[in-house]
């Protein structure tokens, strides 16, 4: 074996059906995300290249890989990072790792900027990013209303537009907000810099994403109580050349951070929290509860104790009309729904996800 010739193709191959039989459902793309790792090419380039030989650097740092991820070990731990919307994010164990699903709640955050604060139209540099899932969730959309508009037409007029996913116009009748308070930093062109205010920041993905697909029109304050996160959103930070004019990142328990001059202030409170119920905590798989902090998952009894939490805590931190998005567990978003209404919440809505569950709930604080 030491005077084998392992290329490229063979390492694959050999990953894929080992990590297969210990039951990596996703075996083949793993071993290629193993695999640009530590050769540092690209995917495609892997392709490209099946019968290039590995160093015996490679092949030692893909044995170290590969035992890690046998033992159950999240790949982005190992290959320390992982795609998010338009940007690559450093992961580190100790911090949760981002989701697609929190993708979905960064363009609900993106959408309701550009309709209520940011200004309606298309805007250069301002354009949503479409994922993958936005063709998919717009069609069902699409298909929903058809459907309700013909039950409407055939006599049931009242499940017309009756629909779990969030109309387009959803937000038209938010104001737009006052302009920005003295002191406040606005754009070059003169329109008004939107205000973000993250609780639970992590990584930084979501404060980060809202920052970059925004270029200068946002400005973003993001608390962690976690100091690994805190450090690591840093450091993603730094490496997307943003500062911390842009986004400030802060440690303390979830609004503690936020100075009184800034509170009352912000457009969107936005927040992935610890939402895991109890009992759904017992049967995630290893792969989570062993290497992920239970700090960023677990919510509680029904997965809604830190979002009680913001809903209190939204009405000081945001103007008349700013939005709160939370993500949610998909058992919970009913109960989250009947809280913002008890607490006065307005235009309460509930939004799926890619899977079709819900995910995402949205709802306003109601004029002064």
Same mark, same amino acid.
């Given at each position: 074996?030491?005077?084998?010739?392992?290329?490229?193709?063979?390492?694959?191959?050999?990953?894929?059906?080992?990590?297969?039989?210990?039951?990596?459902?996703?075996?083949?793309?793993?071993?290629?995300?193993?695999?640009?790792?530590?050769?540092?090419?690209?995917?495609?380039?892997?392709?490209?290249?099946?019968?290039?030989?590995?160093?015996?650097?490679?092949?030692?740092?893909?044995?170290?890989?590969?035992?890690?991820?046998?033992?159950? +070990?999240?790949?982005?731990?190992?290959?320390?990072?992982?795609?998010?919307?338009?940007?690559?994010?450093?992961?580190?164990?100790?911090?949760?790792?981002?989701?697609?699903?929190?993708?979905?709640?960064?363009?609900?955050?993106?959408?309701?900027?550009?309709?209520?604060?940011?200004?309606?139209?298309?805007?250069?540099?301002?354009?949503?990013?479409?994922?993958?899932?936005?063709?998919?969730? +717009?069609?069902?959309?699409r298909a929903e209303e058809a459907a309700a508009a013909k039950r409407a037409e055939e006599g049931g007029a009242e499940a017309a537009g009756e629909t779990d996913l969030v109309a387009e116009d959803a937000f038209d009748d938010v104001a737009a907000g006052p302009d920005a308070?003295?002191?406040?930093?606005?754009?070059?062109?003169?329109?008004?810099?939107?205000?973000?205010?993250?609780?639970?920041?992590?990584?930084?993905?979501?404060?980060?994403?809202?920052?970059?697909?925004?270029?200068?029109?946002?400005?973003?304050?993001?608390?962690?109580?976690?100091?690994?996160?805190?450090?690591?959103?840093?450091?993603?930070?730094?490496?997307?050349?943003?500062?911390?004019?842009?986004?400030?990142?802060?440690?303390?328990?979830?609004?503690?951070?936020?100075?009184?001059? +800034?509170?009352?202030?912000?457009?969107?409170?936005?927040?992935?929290?610890?939402?895991?119920?109890?009992?759904?905590?017992?049967?995630?798989?290893?792969?989570?509860?062993?290497?992920?902090?239970?700090?960023a998952l677990e919510g509680g009894e029904d997965g809604l104790d830190v979002f009680r939490r913001l809903v209190a805590a939204a009405p000081r931190m945001l103007r008349p009309g700013g939005l709160l998005a939370c993500e949610l567990h998909e058992e919970s978003l009913q109960?989250?729904?009947?809280?913002?209404?008890?607490?006065?919440?307005?235009?309460?809505?509930?939004?799926?996800?890619?899977?079709?569950?819900?995910?995402?709930?949205?709802?306003?604080?109601?004029?002064?």
């Amino acid at each position: 074996m030491a005077n084998e010739v392992w290329t490229i193709g063979r390492c694959l191959d050999w990953t894929r059906d080992y990590l297969g039989k210990k039951g990596d459902e996703h075996a083949r793309y793993t071993a290629e995300l193993l695999l640009t790792s530590v050769t540092g090419m690209k995917r495609i380039d892997l392709y490209m290249g099946l019968d290039k030989p590995m160093s015996p650097v490679e092949l030692d740092r893909m044995h170290q890989a590969v035992v890690r991820r046998a033992k159950g +070990e999240p790949v982005q731990y190992i290959t320390g990072t992982t795609g998010f919307r338009t940007l690559e994010i450093k992961c580190a164990p100790g911090v949760l790792i981002p989701r697609p699903e929190t993708e979905v709640l960064v363009g609900e955050v993106l959408d309701y900027l550009d309709r209520s604060v940011l200004g309606a139209g298309p805007v250069p540099g301002r354009a949503r990013v479409e994922l993958p899932w936005n063709a998919q969730v +717009e069609e069902a959309r699409r298909a929903e209303e058809a459907a309700a508009a013909k039950r409407a037409e055939e006599g049931g007029a009242e499940a017309a537009g009756e629909t779990d996913l969030v109309a387009e116009d959803a937000f038209d009748d938010v104001a737009a907000g006052p302009d920005a308070e003295p002191g406040q930093s606005g754009a070059q062109d003169g329109r008004r810099v939107a205000r973000v205010l993250e609780v639970g920041c992590g990584t930084g993905c979501i404060s980060l994403s809202i920052a970059a697909e925004r270029e200068g029109s946002v400005r973003c304050v993001s608390t962690d109580v976690n100091p690994k996160a805190v450090e690591l959103a840093i450091a993603n930070r730094d490496a997307l050349h943003m500062d911390e004019e842009t986004v400030a990142f802060r440690l303390g328990d979830l609004v503690s951070p936020v100075r009184s001059d +800034e509170a009352g202030a912000f457009d969107v409170l936005v927040s992935n929290p610890p939402y895991i119920p109890r009992k759904v905590m017992e049967v995630l798989p290893l792969e989570v509860t062993d290497y992920e902090p239970h700090l960023a998952l677990e919510g509680g009894e029904d997965g809604l104790d830190v979002f009680r939490r913001l809903v209190a805590a939204a009405p000081r931190m945001l103007r008349p009309g700013g939005l709160l998005a939370c993500e949610l567990h998909e058992e919970s978003l009913q109960d989250a729904a009947a809280i913002c209404t008890a607490a006065g919440f307005k235009d309460v809505r509930i939004i799926e996800d890619l899977a079709r569950r819900p995910r995402i709930i949205l709802a306003t604080v109601g004029e002064a």
